[in-house]
């Protein structure tokens, strides 16, 4: 890794008091190591003119699925990682429902050689809870945490009953990120809604009482043992009122940009590409879920990046898989919403960086101050460019967002005071690094 000095120069920083000034940032051995709003001055620097862009800390992308290994012809950790270097995300969460499953020690360390091999942002994975691997569970390191499908899972990833779950809470303490839909539910209005080839019956065979379902007991098993607890993509109003008004102080939840942004009039016009888990919902639910994540109800954003290939998606409900790609288009599709006075840069930026490390317990990340790793993104908030299926690197080459006119695109991004991305150009050779996590 290059030790070269780096200065940020002249650029619009965001502190961390969630106020911005025009100043520099110096980074050292992938460090920052000064802010200022005089001009720094040193020897042997390379400077990055930065006047009229916004510094950001990196995105942290909390939960992605990049398919590698067993099912890279969707997505691998190089693709997926060159596409997070263009959407400024810094740093993946990643999942366990790859072949084989990440359910043992052997295989997380399989996938941490392969991040170290090939990807160009930081990384850290998931465990993925079975009925049966509570020891590995409990032992297997480093990680992120413990993902439980509770629901739109099948095989050995599948718990979905109460006297599988409650072992897992009980034991251990880390932290338990739950897929939160009701298996016995959705397999009941699978056979209601039999033989409709409309995808749009998706978000009404995974409907909001499913998820429901699955939360409450998720909460129940929670407070019944004080178990750290974080809700992945949360998708329905009622889901939201009911953590409004029960929310221990040790459990997060999160929304992808999908379930704000978009819902089920997407159907008409998406078809399949619009098919994810948990489903989309009714426009209603996009200004309650809005309304939950700026009141600090939810607590951050994920993208749920979930690829696969447009034959695949072709193939007509109910045989289509669902999941959408993400990780390139969410911070200036978030960017655009903050420009357009739904939020701000200072509360996108929270949302995206700074609570997911701290939810994760992410030593050095998250912040544009001194003793952080220069983990950045320089963005461009003043012009607008549409979403073009030709410049996507995710591997599946498609986006539910294309033709969105977007603001707050990457111009720059650097993993460890490397630039791994720069106006349009990778730099393939740059390596992140594996994630701790204070446990």
Known sequence: MSTEPLLIRQARILL????????????????????????????????IDATGLTLLPGVIDPQVHFR????????????????????GVTSFLEMPNTIPLTTTQSALDDKLQRAQNKSLVNYGFFMGATPENL?????????????IFMGSAHGALLV?????????????SRLIAVHAEDQARI????????????????????????????????????????????????????????LREDKPSWVTAEVTPQHLLLNTEAYASLGTLAQMNPPLRSPENNQVLWQALLDGVID???????????????????????GMPGVETSLPLMLT????????????????STAVARAYKIPNKGLIAPGYDADLVLVDLDTYCPVIREDLKTKCGWSPFEGWNLTGWPVITLVGGQIVYERGKLYPQVRGKALTFDE
Not at 135 to 147: F, M, N, S, V
Not at 189 to 194: E, G, K, L
Not at 312 to 320: D, I
Not at 337 to 352: E, H, P, Y
């Open 16 to 47: 961390p008091s969630g106020e911005f000034f025009k100043g520099d940032v110096l980074v050292r051995n992938g460090k920052i190591v000064e802010v200022a709003s005089e001009i720094i001055n040193g020897d042997s620097l390379t400077i």
């Open 68 to 87: 590698e290994p067993g099912l890279e012809h969707k997505e691998d950790l190089f693709t997926a990682s060159c596409a997070c270097a263009k959407g």
């Open 135 to 147: 020891p590995d569970l409990i032992e297997a390191k480093p990680t992120c945490g413990i993902k």
């Open 160 to 172: 979905s009953k109460e006297e599988d779950l409650d072992p897992i809470f009980a034991r251990g």
């Open 187 to 242: 397999l009941e209005r699978r056979r209601q809604f039999a033989g409709i080839t409309d995808p749009a019956i998706h978000s009404q065979i995974q409907d909001e009482q499913a998820a429901l379902n699955a939360t409450q007991l998720a909460l129940k098993l929670s407070k019944k043992y004080q178990r750290r607890l974080h809700i992945l993509h949360l998708s329905t109003g009622i889901e939201a009122d009911l």
């Open 300 to 322: 951050f954003i994920a993208t749920d990046h979930a690829p696969h290939t447009l034959e695949e998606k072709a193939k007509g409900y109910p045989h289509t898989p669902s």
């Open 337 to 352: 919403q903050a420009v357009a006075g739904q939020c701000t840069v200072a509360q996108v930026s929270t949302w995206m």
